[in-house]
């Protein structure tokens, strides 16, 4: 049973680009959540998605970012036209129940790079 | 103020030691979380806990919801426990993080 996957580990992107972070669920995982961590800082919360579904999106900056977790495929967290500001590592986690009650499994990071 | 308080913030001890991080939260809480971040950054899940106390292996977390406060303890620390900690609050949707304990445990 592979684990939470994230793709790809590293991405280097311009300024005013847009990047493009994939997040698959453990198998039989039907919510995700996405938090960045800033350098040198801890983690934030981004957002909590079900399936076709935004349940939270309370942490994610209100322009350039977005996501979506549709009914196939992984989910996908996009931000526009990058800037330095968001260089950070991305985290998405995944569990099977709603809200956090249960374990959350982490994937291994995205590293964004904005030049 | 930060909703999540750790400490200390970072702890160096030798190996064998009985370790102790802390976390306070200001929070209505559904769940509390303990994470370890590894050196390359990977992010692993080793509680989480409504109430009461868990144990796995040398490591084992408390928490007192009347207080606000878990904590989390590592007895016959070892080098591989070397990595941040990371305290995390559920409060229904919504989750915030600790800053991260950085524990170094020299051989």
């Known amino acids: 049973n592979a684990g939470v996957m994230q793709n790809p580990r590293h991405l280097v992107r311009r300024r005013g680009q847009e990047a493009r972070l994939r997040c698959s669920p453990m198998?039989?995982?039907?919510?995700v959540y996405w938090y960045r961590q800033l350098p040198e800082e801890g983690l934030k919360f981004m957002v909590y998605?079900?399936?076709?579904?935004?349940?939270?999106e309370s942490g994610m900056p209100k322009e350039r970012f977005s996501a979506e977790f549709p009914k196939e495929g992984p989910s996908i967290l996009r931000i526009q036209q990058v800037v330095r500001g968001d260089s950070a590592a991305y985290f998405c986690?995944?569990?099977?129940?709603?809200?956090?009650?249960?374990?959350?499994?982490f994937g291994p990071g995205t590293r964004l790079t904005v030049l | 103020k930060n909703e999540v308080e750790q400490s200390p913030q970072n702890l160096t001890a030798q190996e064998g030691e009985f370790i102790t991080i802390n976390c306070s939260y200001s929070?209505?809480?559904?769940?509390l979380h303990w994470l370890q971040q590894h050196p390359g950054g990977g992010i692993v899940s080793l509680f989480m806990?409504?109430?009461g106390k868990k144990k796995h292996g040398r490591l084992i977390a408390t928490i007192n919801i009347q207080e606000k406060h878990s904590s989390l303890h590592i007895t016959a620390s070892h080098p591989r426990d070397s990595a941040v900690y990371i305290c995390?609050?559920?409060?229904?949707?919504?989750?915030?993080f600790g800053t991260g304990t950085s524990l170094t445990v020299i051989p």
């Open positions: 986690a995944s569990d099977d129940r709603a809200g956090g009650y249960n374990e959350q499994f």
């Open positions: 198998k039989g995982h039907s919510h």
């Open positions: 998605l079900q399936k076709e579904n935004i349940i939270d």
């Open positions: 929070v209505g809480i559904s769940a």
């Open positions: 806990l409504s109430s």
């Open positions: 995390a609050v559920n409060t229904g949707n919504q989750f915030y």
